[in-house]
């Protein structure tokens, strides 16, 4: 019995790793236990993960990497999340890759100021499982 | 009731204890010397002005009441002053440290989905039992932390709302399709009826499914040993009325005037046996009130219970939120 659902998630792991196997995430989390679960949870559905711990790095790894799709916090060291979001959309070379806000910052403002700024969409860590992150992702990269 | 009342107002020691002064502050206390002073104040200007028949003595003794009308009146002020205070301190750290609490829920919750997901195999049934319900606990964790955020909010009058589009008959099945697994367990028959039509509207998604989420559940929890959980979704001229009706313990006719308070549980037989914060009526009639429709129950003790909200159906269609 186990056995089998293994297999079948193995299969199904397999595919997954196929279908995103090019496409290269940017995480941007300060929190190193956040940062290390995404990082393995997305690696295993077959993306390419990068990481960054605070907003300045990760605004640079955003010009020097060119991701597909960057996962980013709000409250990070040295830069916000709001102000990375300003810069990587006001550069015409990272303008177009979409940015998902995740962070436990739930209040409205927070999510009218992010998505005003760009974002393609706010998530709430606490209010999401790593599952409904991953196919958040997926829907916005088939798009 | 008012005698309960009247009693109340006079129990000067359970006041001071609830608002965290000393006897002498409580303002009933203060209230009832103030009313003291100026019975014994008029009557002592009654007799030295019939004695004295002097203005002078009259206006002395007139100011020094009204002094001493204004000590007292400057304390009732302070005492409630330092109560409200205290009470906007205990909003805020309720807040920050919900705040703080989100991000080790979401490390937690995060490494069971992830064990769950990748690395359990191998694992025995009971390890997979045991995961599952530290996973469950964290879960739980989760909405309470939510809970707490959103009655501090509400407290400081700050909850915010979002508006998305919801269909309200789609989110009540998948509610429904969720409670399943409790109602099994309590030998609750679910049932569901609509009126023909969609059930359009617009409000915040995650909180009307909060406000669906604690009327259904309790309905289930305070069943009993067996029985039936009703929702019946209709329309109302302009708004959509929602009732969830159960034939469980019912409310005691002594405690339906408190439910909804905070922090409020009814006595009954089942209270002890189930989980719960008393917080779920009071923040779900705040986000019905706030989205614009109303909360009200039914109650008979060891009939049952029928708890109805109502939203105003959406005109226009609009997405203002994504999120």
């Known amino acids: 019995m186990l056995k089998g659902a293994g297999l079948v998630r193995a299969v199904s792991n397999s595919i997954a790793k196929k279908s995103y196997m090019a496409k290269k995430i940017l995480i941007v989390e300060d929190d190193a236990v956040l940062q290390k679960v995404l990082t393995e949870y997305l690696t295993s559905e077959g993306f390419e993960i990068s990481s960054a ?10 010009k020097t990497i060119n991701p597909d799709l960057i996962l980013l916090d709000i409250i990070l060291p040295k830069k916000d999340g709001y102000e990375v979001l ?40 606490a209010d999401y499982k790593l599952e409904e992150v991953a196919s958040k992702i997926k829907e916005i990269l088939e798009k | ?41 008029i009557f002592g200007v009654y007799v030295a002005s019939k004695h004295y028949n002097s203005p002078e003595i009259v206006i002395i003794s007139e100011s020094s009441v009204v002094a001493l009308l204004f000590t007292i009146g400057n304390f009732i002020i302070s005492t409630v002053e330092s109560v409200a205070k205290a009470n906007k301190m205990k909003t805020e750290f309720v807040s920050i440290a919900s705040h703080q609490l989100k991000t080790p829920i979401s490390e937690m919750r995060w490494e069971m989905e992830l064990l769950k997901s990748k690395y359990s195999s191998g694992l025995s049934e009971k390890q997979l039992e045991i995961i599952n319900e530290v996973a469950h606990s964290g879960e739980k964790m989760g909405r309470l932390v939510n809970d707490l955020l959103d009655t501090a909010r509400i407290d400081q009058g700050s909850l915010a709302l979002a508006k998305d589009n919801i269909n309200l008959r789609d989110m009540i099945d998948e509610l429904v399709q969720s409670q399943k697994a409790l109602a099994n367990a309590s030998n609750v028959e679910l049932v569901v009826s609509f009126d023909e039509g969609d059930f359009n509207i617009v409000a915040d998604k995650r909180r009307i499914s909060v406000v669906l989420d604690n009327l259904i559940s309790n309905a289930i929890k305070y069943i009993g040993k067996s029985g039936m959980v009703e929702i019946i979704l209709e329309r109302k001229d302009d708004l959509v009325q929602v009732c969830i009706r159960d034939n469980g313990v019912g409310i005691p006719r002594s405690e339906q005037a408190r439910i909804g308070e905070k922090f409020f549980r009814s006595n009954n037989p089942i209270k002890n046996k189930t989980d719960g914060t008393g917080l779920g009526l009071y923040i779900a009639k705040n986000i019905v009130e706030q989205s614009g429709g109303s909360l009200w129950f039914k109650s008979i003790e060891n009939v049952g219970s029928e708890f109805y909200f109502t939203l105003p159906i959406s005109k226009k269609v609009k997405k203002l939120l994504h999120c």
């Open chain 1, 53 to 62: 711990l605070d907003g300045e790095t990760g605004l640079q790894m955003s």
């Open chain 1, 86 to 125: 300003k810069e990587v959309k006001s550069d015409s070379k990272t303008k177009d890759i979409p940015i998902i806000l995740l962070t436990n910052l739930d209040s409205i403002s927070d999510v009218e100021k992010a998505l005003e700024l760009g974002a393609t969409t706010y998530l709430v860590k």
């Open chain 2, 1 to 41: 009731m008012l005698k309960q009342r009247i009693l109340n107002e006079f129990n000067f020691k359970k006041q001071a204890e609830e608002l965290g002064v000393s006897v002498w502050q409580t303002p009933s206390f203060l209230f009832i010397v103030m009313g003291v002073v100026i019975v014994a104040a």
